[in-house]
């Protein structure tokens, strides 16, 4: 059996697609990226459930629970937790926060990647925290693609009941030419608290489009950091709006390049209440013939007097063929408001390298220290341990 | 210990050093002084081996190697330091890291076994107190937030860490309070021995009543133009360094 999300509005959002078509370059949100590889390949889903085994991504050891999709479908599912419901969304058309909360915030209506996906999901996960309950340690999403030709939109919903605390880690991994098309809806109810990581390992042939959709009620804090290391093409978006009074947003971004691997980020801040607060930092390292994108945008409507608000993209430039564009752009529309902005770029300080081999550090190791020090100031902030010496790991790459 | 002849040099083109001469014996404390933009940073950082400085012509023996043709790194680790003018911040690489990785590859150079953490952490404190620094430096980024002083401080902290043959101080002095002074001279006292050079390059005299160089010699337009023992940094004090320019001039 052919397992799929059982919503009514899978049609619309195929009909949806078939209108919107591709997204085009010429579309402002995607101008720095063409989608046409990804386009002209004919893709399949692949067919049965997924296989369980062991994978080394497997963070089981860690995690308080942990599900695993291969090729969008479920293959296993462990561990669990009192207060939280964990299961595969495949299976929860029936439950009443799926009724109540899918589809309603990423938006297939607009966003033709998001309906591609809302049409074509077969599973993901459904976590729902119940009011009051504060989870320990982390859930973890296990995404693997495997093989050429094939496509999976995974699609999750996590929903945080009034004062709730949950940390969910996703990681994206594979081998292959496969494309991963995912969506994440976060509903973070008021006084929650929400730490998601999206960790993005995917295999180097691989294509990934993945959006975060983040809807925050009053008092909620959600903090989510955007990691992409792996993956050929590969397309972050994460969207959040800030709903309720009070709310605080903290977004951190890392993104690793080598090679010719193209990563585009894209991430708009809505501030739709008054007094939140967010803080956005995303930092990029290319070495070889890379491409990175940072465009984020900062909304401020009219009555979201006292937002506080700052965007900070800072990027790390290793060759002379590595690209970068960095879009920070700021929408305010009231004028009680607190915000700025600002992006760099720039090489290894040549001082700093002095100064390390200046004290017997060899050239390597000291060029090594400073990439990992640009980093540091998002992975340190990390308060999964395991996450953050993944992060650390498969820096090493960019070692000489 | 280090034989500098003929030493031409320079940055972006522009000959900055004329033909210095220079031989540091081992165990001697030697001052470098002058005025500015006669060439003493850029001794300092040529014989560090700063990227963009350029030796055009002359000859750098240290310990009878070649200085010159090595790499910054392997100056260090054969024991040459220099501590630096303005000391850069680096936030990130945490400072008792840097700095125990940087005593280990010295001491692996030295055919020395590599200090362990706890092993590290001992000396490192015995140092500190040597320089009156908090042991919460240890934990932050390379003088990162350190004030003026604090940077300072924390290049005779890692000085008196690596221990090295050849010291190099380019204008520690500067800016630098009586007590941070003081601190600064007793660092490099307790470095003095009869197997360490010190070469103190200072502006101004102050620093030299509490650490006595054996020799004293004036830089001016690229050259040494005046050697003489520790009375000459005294009388730089009173007369000022015009009266040396006068006299080179007159010689020419």
Same mark, same amino acid.
């Given at each position: 059996? %052919?397992?799929?999300?059982?919503?009514?509005?899978? =049609?619309? @959002?195929?009909?949806?697609?078939?209108?919107?078509?591709?997204?085009?370059?010429?579309?402002?949100?995607?101008?720095?990226?063409?989608?046409?590889?990804?386009?002209?390949?004919?893709?399949? @889903?692949?067919?049965?459930?997924?296989? %369980?085994?062991?994978?080394?991504?497997?963070? $089981?050891?860690?995690?308080?629970?942990?599900?695993?999709?291969?090729?969008?479908?479920?293959?296993?599912?462990?561990?669990?937790?009192?207060?939280?419901?964990?299961?595969?969304?495949?299976?929860?058309?029936?439950?009443?926060?799926?009724?109540?909360?899918?589809?309603?915030?990423?938006?297939?209506?607009?966003?033709?990647? %998001?309906?591609?996906?809302?049409?074509?999901?077969?599973?993901?996960?459904?976590?729902?925290?119940?009011?009051?309950?504060?989870?320990?340690?982390?859930?973890?999403?296990?995404?693997?693609?495997?093989?050429?030709?094939?496509?999976?939109?995974?699609?999750?919903?996590?929903?945080?009941?009034?004062?709730?605390?949950? %940390?969910?880690?996703?990681?994206?991994?594979?081998?292959?030419?496969?494309?991963?098309?995912?969506?994440?809806?976060?509903?973070?109810?008021?006084?929650?608290?929400?730490?998601?990581?999206?960790?993005?390992?995917?295999?180097?042939?691989?294509?990934?489009?993945?959006?975060?959709?983040?809807?925050? =009620?009053?008092?909620?804090? &959600?903090?989510?950091?955007?990691?992409?290391?792996?993956?050929?093409?590969?397309?972050?978006?994460?969207?959040?709006?800030?709903?309720?009074?009070?709310?605080?947003?903290?977004?951190?971004?890392?993104?690793?390049?080598?090679?010719?691997?193209?990563?585009?980020?894209?991430?708009?801040?809505?501030?739709?209440?008054? #007094?939140?607060?967010?803080?956005?930092?995303?930092?990029?390292?290319?070495?070889?013939?890379?491409?990175?994108?940072?465009?984020?945008?900062?909304?401020?409507?009219?009555? @979201?007097?006292?937002?506080?608000? $700052?965007?900070?993209?800072?990027?790390?430039?290793?060759?002379?063929?590595?690209?970068?564009?960095?879009?920070?752009?700021?929408?305010? #529309?009231?004028?009680?408001?607190?915000?700025?902005?600002?992006?760099?770029?720039?090489?290894?300080?040549? =001082?700093?390298?002095?100064?390390?081999?200046?004290?017997?550090?060899?050239?390597?190791?000291?060029?090594?220290?400073?990439?990992?020090?640009?980093?540091? !100031?998002?992975?340190?902030?990390?308060?999964?341990?395991?996450?953050?010496?993944?992060?650390?790991?498969?820096?090493?790459?960019?070692?000489? | 210990?280090?034989?500098?002849?003929?030493?031409?040099?320079?940055?972006?083109?522009?000959?900055?050093?004329?033909?210095?001469?220079?031989?540091?014996?081992?165990?001697?404390?030697?001052?470098?002084?002058?005025?500015?933009?006669?060439?003493?940073?850029?001794?300092?950082?040529?014989?560090?081996?700063?990227?963009?400085? =350029?030796?055009? &012509?002359?000859?750098?023996?240290?310990?009878?190697?070649?200085?010159?043709?090595?790499?910054?790194?392997? $100056?260090?680790?054969?024991?040459?330091?220099?501590?630096?003018?303005?000391?850069?911040?680096?936030?990130?690489?945490?400072?008792?890291?840097?700095?125990?990785?940087?005593?280990?590859?010295?001491?692996?150079?030295?055919?020395?076994?590599?200090?362990?953490? *706890?092993?590290?952490?001992?000396?490192?404190?015995?140092?500190?107190?040597?320089?009156?620094?908090?042991?919460?430096?240890?934990?932050?980024?390379?003088?990162?937030?350190?004030?003026?002083?604090?940077?300072?401080?924390?290049?005779?902290?890692?000085? &008196?860490?690596?221990?090295?043959?050849?010291?190099?101080?380019?204008?520690?002095?500067?800016?630098?309070?009586?007590?941070?002074?003081?601190?600064?001279?007793?660092?490099?006292? *307790?470095?003095?021995?009869?197997?360490?050079?010190?070469?103190?390059?200072? #502006?101004?005299?102050?620093?030299?009543?509490?650490?006595?160089?054996?020799?004293?010699?004036?830089?001016?337009?690229?050259?040494?133009?005046?050697?003489?023992?520790?009375?000459?940094?005294? !009388?730089?004090?009173?007369?000022?360094?015009?009266?040396?320019?006068?006299?080179?001039?007159?010689?020419?």
């Amino acid at each position: 059996m %052919t397992t799929a999300v059982q919503s009514d509005v899978r =049609e619309q @959002a195929a009909q949806r697609f078939a209108q919107l078509g591709w997204p085009t370059m010429e579309l402002e949100e995607w101008k720095y990226t063409n989608l046409t590889p990804i386009q002209r390949v004919d893709w399949v @889903a692949a067919e049965g459930g997924g296989a %369980t085994r062991t994978v080394a991504a497997s963070l $089981r050891e860690h995690a308080i629970a942990e599900l695993v999709f291969v090729n969008g479908r479920v293959a296993d599912v462990v561990g669990g937790a009192a207060g939280v419901e964990i299961l595969p969304i495949s299976e929860a058309a029936a439950h009443p926060m799926f009724d109540r909360h899918y589809a309603r915030y990423a938006d297939y209506q607009r966003h033709a990647m %998001t309906a591609l996906n809302t049409a074509h999901a077969q599973d993901g996960a459904l976590i729902v925290v119940h009011d009051g309950i504060a989870i320990d340690g982390f859930i973890h999403l296990l995404f693997i693609g495997s093989g050429d030709g094939v496509w999976s939109h995974p699609r999750n919903l996590i929903v945080l009941g009034r004062g709730a605390q949950l %940390t969910v880690v996703e990681t994206f991994v594979g081998s292959g030419n496969y494309f991963t098309n995912a969506v994440t809806e976060i509903v973070a109810g008021e006084g929650a608290h929400i730490d998601h990581y999206k960790v993005e390992r995917e295999a180097r042939d691989a294509f990934h489009v993945g959006s975060v959709q983040i809807h925050q =009620e009053r008092s909620s804090n &959600a903090t989510a950091r955007t990691i992409s290391l792996g993956g050929g093409l590969v397309r972050n978006e994460v969207n959040v709006a800030l709903a309720g009074e009070g709310a605080n947003l903290t977004l951190d971004g890392l993104f690793v390049l080598a090679d010719s691997q193209h990563v585009d980020n894209h991430t708009v801040i809505d501030h739709v209440t008054p #007094h939140c607060d967010s803080l956005e930092l995303y930092k990029g390292i290319l070495d070889d013939q890379s491409r990175g994108i940072f465009d984020g945008t900062i909304i401020v409507r009219p009555d @979201a007097q006292k937002t506080n608000s $700052r965007q900070v993209n800072r990027n790390l430039v290793l060759s002379e063929k590595a690209i970068i564009d960095s879009k920070p752009t700021l929408e305010i #529309h009231n004028d009680d408001v607190k915000c700025s902005h600002g992006s760099t770029i720039g090489q290894l300080d040549e =001082e700093a390298l002095f100064y390390l081999r200046a004290r017997g550090l060899g050239e390597a190791e000291a060029r090594n220290l400073l990439i990992d020090a640009f980093a540091s !100031e998002i992975v340190d902030r990390m308060k999964v341990e395991i996450v953050k010496e993944q992060i650390r790991a498969a820096m090493s790459r960019l070692r000489r | 210990m280090l034989d500098i002849r003929n030493l031409h040099a320079g940055i972006d083109g522009k000959e900055i050093l004329h033909g210095l001469d220079l031989r540091v014996g081992t165990g001697e404390v030697h001052a470098i002084m002058g005025p500015n933009g006669s060439g003493k940073s850029t001794l300092a950082n040529v014989l560090a081996g700063r990227p963009r400085y =350029e030796v055009t &012509a002359g000859t750098v023996t240290y310990e009878g190697k070649d200085l010159l043709s090595m790499k910054p790194e392997d $100056r260090a680790r054969e024991g040459v330091f220099l501590a630096m003018q303005y000391p850069v911040e680096i936030p990130g690489v945490n400072n008792i890291y840097f700095l125990k990785a940087a005593l280990n590859a010295i001491r692996k150079n030295r055919g020395e076994e590599e200090l362990d953490a *706890m092993e590290f952490l001992q000396l490192a404190r015995e140092k500190m107190k040597l320089v009156d620094l908090d042991e919460s430096f240890m934990n932050r980024g390379v003088n990162e937030g350190f004030s003026g002083g604090e940077k300072k401080r924390n290049e005779i902290f890692q000085m &008196a860490v690596l221990d090295p043959k050849l010291a190099i101080l380019d204008e520690t002095d500067s800016g630098l309070d009586i007590d941070a002074l003081r601190i600064v001279a007793n660092g490099v006292n *307790m470095l003095r021995s009869e197997k360490h050079s010190v070469l103190v390059i200072t #502006h101004y005299q102050r620093l030299l009543k509490y650490l006595i160089p054996d020799h004293v010699h004036v830089l001016a337009d690229g050259r040494i133009v005046k050697s003489g023992g520790k009375e000459l940094a005294e !009388e730089l004090e009173q007369k000022g360094y015009e009266w040396i320019e006068q006299e080179v001039a007159a010689a020419r």
